[in-house]
């Protein structure tokens, strides 16, 4: 494979906070730790995949982050997009740990997804393919 | 109410398609109703199109946004159209076919000395 894809980021406000959430309310599984300056080299990877793609915690400091997060959480846009085995379930399950959806399962043509806020300044979405 | 712009409003047809939507599930974000739009209509529409498009229904007085938390939610606002209908409308329709052929059967029963 000549090229393939490592890792990926969401840009978030705070990496103790962020760590917390995507790992212990989300479900994944810390990969790297690793201090970098003022911040840490921190991904996490998939639950029971430990060298899949890594979600890169990546601090949003560029002063254009912020106003760019607030417009996509404005308009209800995702940062992101996982993927869930079902949709329903997982909005039972985060909704009852106090996770905030913006919109609750929806099924549009080949998907059901949902779309909550990460607590980090971004919105998530979940989706299932049928 | 200003009728000239309820009319212009709901004069196109992408229009009229959001506020199906916001009946099958009221208080969208601009993100699921442009994912709705799109995947179940195959209409090619941008975010900005369809953002241009909320802001007139919502100058019309057909949609209101509410913020939750940092987000904008879309609902629909149906009494224009209730007011469209009461004011407008409803004087030049007359009454529905069914009461009308009602009286008429009225009618003929008390010419048949009912």
Redesign the interface.
Known sequence: MPIKIVVTSVLVDDQEKALRFYRDILGFELKHDIPLGQHRWLTLTSPGDPDGVELLLEPSEHPAAQPWKDALVADGIPATSFGVEDVHAEHQRLSALGVAFTQPPVHLGPVSTAVFDDSCGNLIQIAQRH | MDLDRLFRALADPTRRRMLDELTE?DG?????LH??LV??HGASLS?QAL?KHLQLLEEAGLVRTEW??????HFLESSPLRQMWDVWMRPLAGPPEREKTDADQDRRDERAGG
């Not at chain 2, 969208?28 to 699921?32: G, I, N, S, Y």
């Open positions: 599930r969208q974000t601009l993100f699921e994912v709705r995947s179940w975010r953002s939750r938390w940092r987000s904008k939610h």
